[in-house]
């Protein structure tokens, strides 16, 4: 169409004139603009590329067992130079609450190692002989040089480790010491009560059977305490 419009643009008064430079580079123009552009296809990278090898293993990731992946992140982050090391009871709701705010903070500061004591890899023998049972009784904690404190105290030197002493500094004075002492002393007596759980006897009496079942047949299977 732009050609034929060309055409008739030469010719005047009948006569067939050559076309003037102007009309030709029109023309020439509107051809171009009614060319065909071929579209720009974005093509995959080859399944063999590094690029899409990381993709994939970032998805699988993603979709992997949160559980094992929790554990993972655990050991990750586990400090070699911790300054003050934490048995906690994993089976305690609220006791977790604390436990995850405690190990956020402690990303920052890399000074608590944290020890489930419900776990079947706790050893008393790696934590100051403390057994199951002893520290269910109440919270105890073990400084780096092998100090083990329990109740209020070890609260506040964990505290004292993420950035937080201000929480319990008050704790140290008298008569505040003996009240929040008292106050946690109910705490720990009732927690499992609290949280649902049956008493101290039947928890040990569970873990000894289950863990009888478990290990039936190993000869250096050892039952907790």
């Known amino acids: 169409m ?22 030709v580079a029109l023309s020439l123009q509107q051809l171009k603009l009614h060319q065909f552009q071929p579209q720009r296809f974005i093509s995959a ?11 994939v293993r970032a998805i699988s990731g993603a979709a992997a067992d949160p559980v094992t ?13 911790w ?13 977790m609450r604390e436990v ?13 190692k944290f020890v489930d004591i419900s776990s079947d890899d ?18 105890h904690a073990i400084l780096s040089d092998g100090t083990v404190v329990t109740d209020v105290e070890a609260f506040r030197k964990l505290y004292e480790q993420v950035g937080l002493g ?12 003996t009240i929040a002492g ?13 949280t649902g759980r049956p008493p101290l006897e039947e928890v040990l009496e569970l873990r000894k059977k289950n863990k009888g079942e478990v290990c039936k047949d190993a000869k250096d299977c050892k039952l907790p305490e």
């Open 83 to 95: 300054k003050i090391k934490m048995l906690y009871d994993g089976d305690c709701p609220l006791c």
């Open 45 to 55: 990278p080859p399944l063999n590329q590094p690029g899409f090898k990381s993709s």
């Open 166 to 177: 201000w929480v319990y500094a008050i704790t140290k004075y008298e008569p505040i010491a």
């Open 100 to 112: 995850d705010m405690l190990r956020e903070r402690n990303k920052r500061y890399g000074t608590i």
């Open 69 to 81: 992946r929790k554990k993972e992140n655990d050991q990750e982050q586990t400090p070699q130079n």
């Open 2 to 23: 732009a050609m034929r419009a060309a055409a008739s643009a030469c010719k005047i008064g009948g006569r067939q004139r050559s076309p003037s430079l102007s009309s």
């Open 122 to 139: 706790y050893s008393p023998e790696e934590n100051q002989g403390l057994d199951y049972k002893t520290v269910m009784g109440n919270i």
């Open 182 to 194: 008292a106050v946690y002393g109910v705490w720990a007596k009732y927690r499992l009560q609290i």
